[in-house]
Nanobody
Framework: QVQLAESGGGLVQAGGSLRLSCAASGRTFSRYAMGWFRQAPGKEREFVACISWSGASNTYYSDSVKGRFTISRDNAKNTVYLQMNSLKPEDTAVYYC?????????????????????WGQGTQVTVSS
């Protein structure tokens, strides 16, 4: 089974940058699509970005982060990243990474929380104005 652990969250001023990492256990990490979601207090968990098993050729973003965030993966390190630039106060949330192990080698855009079957514990990102 794949287990996930996020890191890299913190407090940053508006306009700043952070890079989140999600380390995965398991030798089959490279087969699976990975996603980032976020959840602000009192709100539903929302899609941020996802990347297919093959990497940068298949990445997808929500409209709210497109052009500011970049998802990438390093299969040799079993890690997926979320580079977040030009951060805004409305980006404040707990950020979660997730993996879809039920559709290996898929290039689909998995945008729903129910598309994923394993989740990390989350990392807090706070953007001050």
């Amino acid at each position: 089974q794949v287990q996930l652990a996020e890191s890299g969250g913190g407090l940053v001023q508006a306009g700043g940058s952070l890079r989140l990492s999600c380390a995965a256990s398991g030798r089959t990490f490279s087969r699976y699509a990975m996603g980032w979601f976020r959840q602000a207090p009192g709100k539903e968990r929302e899609f941020v970005a996802c990347i297919s098993w093959s990497g940068a050729s298949n990445t997808y973003y929500s409209d709210s982060v497109k052009g500011r965030f970049t998802i990438s993966r390093d299969n040799a390190k079993n890690t997926v990243y979320l580079q977040m630039n030009s951060l805004k106060p409305e980006d404040t949330a707990v950020y979660y990474c997730a993996v879809n192990t039920e559709s290996p080698y898929s290039s689909r855009s998995f945008r729903r929380p129910n598309d994923y079957d394993r989740w990390g514990q989350g990392t807090q990102v706070t953007v001050s104005s």
